[in-house]
């Protein structure tokens, strides 16, 4: 099968260009239809000769379908159903923000990592996204609100560092001078804690904002509720979120979803505050989004959230009460998805 173009880089596109017997500007011009003008067919590319878009036939353009979009009537942030090409189906949302349109991408179809509290993982992993396949959701949202995507979250199904190389991609992609030109700044990948994906997500030295899914302050607790605790305990995780600050600059944060009676006691604040201080991170708390099938993850009390949250204060760290967006529309990661698997398509 012909390598998947929109996952090429410029460098990549040049190479292509070399094989073809074409001139070399020719690769910024394909790379400009394919990322800045978002076009979805060679046909499109009209300043490109017939021949060329005839040899270039032979590459087929990844595009993805809106299957589906539900938009929230409190807030307006909109979840969006696509179909990829051979047929599973992935979600993305978009929320508004007074700065911009943030959008959370999903990283694989379906997730092997088994947190207890997540719908994504609930089917186990379908298989990695491509690079295409990410920039896409982006790509294909912004043509339909004809508004441009400010900042991207990867904290959708799947789990980025579980596809590292695809992830890295993508990431050139979408902050490339001649496509989307995305700040590295605006962007967040959120990971579970794999040690070696944060190793050599920070030998980049790119601009990120990592964020650590945490949620809970020791091996023991965490091990309960992620069980890829077990292979990596938190003093390495911890340990490799230091290194992440010094080497890029950039502080990491936390997120930690609160359930009710497992990780949301004085005792687990204080202990999660003890380990984080001398991170100087920040911390997300995100009251936990019950999923059906998950009937011992129970959502806190707003009132607990609040305590808990005070704790933390008390402690010197620094937190937030994750404002929570579209709980109208199967908010929480892999819901909507799993709903369209169990009923058929859901109307758009
Ligand atoms: N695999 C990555 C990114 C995807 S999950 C990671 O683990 O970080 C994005 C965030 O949502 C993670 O912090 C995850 O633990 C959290 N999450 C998943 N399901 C949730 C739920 N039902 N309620 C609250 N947070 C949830």
Redesign the pocket.
């Known amino acids: 099968m012909a390598k998947d173009i929109k996952s090429m880089t410029l460098k990549e596109l040049g190479e292509l260009m070399a094989a073809l017997g074409e001139k070399p500007y020719r690769a910024r011009q394909v790379f400009g239809w394919l990322h800045e003008k978002k076009a979805v067919s060679y046909e499109d590319m009209t300043n490109l000769p017939i021949s060329l878009r005839e040899k270039l036939g032979a590459y087929p353009i990844t595009v993805l379908e809106k299957v589906a979009v539900q938009t929230s009537e409190k807030d307006g942030t909109q979840k969006y159903l696509f179909r990829l090409q051979d047929g599973n189906v992935i979600e993305s949302v978009r929320m508004r923000y007074h700065y911009g349109d943030s959008v959370?991408i999903s990283?694989q179809v379906g997730?092997r990592?088994g947190?207890r509290?997540?719908?994504?993982t609930l089917g186990g992993l379908v298989r990695n996204l491509l690079p295409s396949e990410m920039l896409e959701q982006i790509y294909r949202i912004e043509e339909e609100t004809k508004e441009r995507v400010s900042h991207v979250v990867?904290?959708?199904?799947?789990?980025?560092?579980?596809n590292y190389d695809n992830l890295l991609t993508f990431l050139r992609l979408i902050t490339a001078e001649e496509g989307h030109n995305l700040s590295q700044r605006n962007i967040t990948v959120?990971?579970?804690?794999i040690v070696p994906g944060i190793r050599a997500l920070m030998k980049e030295k790119l601009q990120l904002v990592l964020?650590?899914?945490?949620?809970a302050p020791t091996d023991e607790k965490r091990r309960l509720l992620?069980p890829i605790a077990a292979k990596y305990p938190l003093d390495e995780v911890l340990s490799a979120c230091q290194e992440y600050y010094e080497e890029t600059g950039r502080r990491v944060t936390f997120?930690?979803?609160l359930v009710a009676g497992q990780n949301d006691t004085d005792e687990d604040a204080a202990l999660l505050a003890r380990r984080l201080k001398p991170l100087k991170g920040h911390i997300n708390l995100?009251?936990?989004?019950?999923?059906a099938e998950?009937d011992k993850?129970r959502r806190p009390r707003r009132s607990d959230v609040e305590k808990f949250k005070i704790k933390l204060e008390k402690y010197g760290i620094n937190v937030t009460i994750r404002r929570e967006m579209g709980t109208d529309i199967d908010g929480?990661?892999?819901?909507l998805r799993r709903r369209y698997m169990a009923d058929g398509p859901v109307v758009p």
């Open positions: 959370c990283s997730c990592m947190c509290f997540c719908a994504s990867v904290m959708g199904s799947g789990e980025p560092m579980d959120s990971t579970c804690g964020a650590l899914s945490l949620h992620m997120e930690y979803s995100i009251p936990v989004n019950p999923v998950r993850i929480a990661c892999g819901q």
